[in-house]
């Protein structure tokens, strides 16, 4: 059964960027799609982007305008979420999860639902 | 672009009781690419039910999903304890920018 872990909580200053990974276990991540979706304080659910390893793409929310870059990380079955130029409004939990257009989650889907997901970093952008 | 805009925004019940939580989209959606997610308190979100109606793995069969079109409905039958959190309907599909309702809070009335 698939296990995603993400890296811990971070606190950053605006400007900066930030870097938050998800590992999975019970096989490698680099078959599966895995989906960014953040949660600002309080709020609901806001999308960001997902990559598939097995074809080499991505693709992002363009809210984002250029400042979030997912990649993965085959020797090490990661997945890497990075938002640069951040501003206080970025303060959120970030999750990963892996994106599903099919019971058996075949990575060649188009976008679809997310399960499992990690169990969340939360970012703090604070000056 | 689709909106979803889910409603009530909180539903107050009892254990016990149903409960009936409605999503609409902004346009038709061509097929059910329509899924629903529970979150409870400092807790990632759930998956519970995906293609409108179909429930994922390990889901009591007290939540129902269904609906096409605009219109999509999550039922929660007799609702139990661990059933009070809140639910995010959630588009998907092939030229669709993944986008989530705003959540509707079921709470212990």
């Known amino acids: 059964q698939v296990q995603l872990v993400q890296s811990g909580a971070e606190v950053k200053k605006p400007g900066s960027s930030v870097k938050v990974s998800c590992k999975a276990s019970g096989g490698p991540i680099t078959t599966y799609i895995i989906t960014w979706v953040r949660q600002a304080p309080g709020q609901g659910l806001e999308y960001m982007g997902r990559?598939?390893?097995?074809?080499?793409?991505?693709s992002y929310a363009q809210k984002f305008g250029g400042r979030v870059t997912i990649t993965a990380d085959d020797s090490t079955s990661t997945v890497y979420m990075n938002l640069n130029s951040l501003r206080s409004e970025d303060t959120a939990l970030y999750y990963c999860?892996?994106?599903?257009?099919?019971?058996?989650?075949?990575?060649?889907?188009?976008?679809?639902?997310?399960?499992?997901w990690g169990q969340g970093t939360l970012v703090t952008v604070s000056s | 672009e689709i909106e979803l805009t889910q409603s009530p925004g909180t539903l107050s019940l009892s254990p016990g009781e149903s409960a009936t939580l409605s999503c609409r989209a902004t346009q038709s959606l061509s097929t059910t690419y329509l899924a629903w997610y529970q979150q409870k308190p400092g807790q990632a979100p759930r998956l519970l039910i995906y293609g409108a109606s179909s429930r994922a793995t390990g889901i009591p069969d007290r939540f129902r999903g269904s609906g096409s079109g605009t219109d999509f409905t999550l039922t929660i039958s007799r609702l139990e304890p661990e059933d009070f959190a809140v639910y995010y309907c959630q588009l998907y599909g092939h030229s669709l920018s993944p986008t989530f309702g705003g959540g509707t809070k079921v709470e212990i009335k």
């Open positions: 990559i598939n390893p097995v074809i080499g793409t991505t």
């Open positions: 999860a892996r994106d599903c257009s099919s019971p058996d989650c075949h990575p060649l889907g188009p976008p679809g639902w997310f399960d499992p």
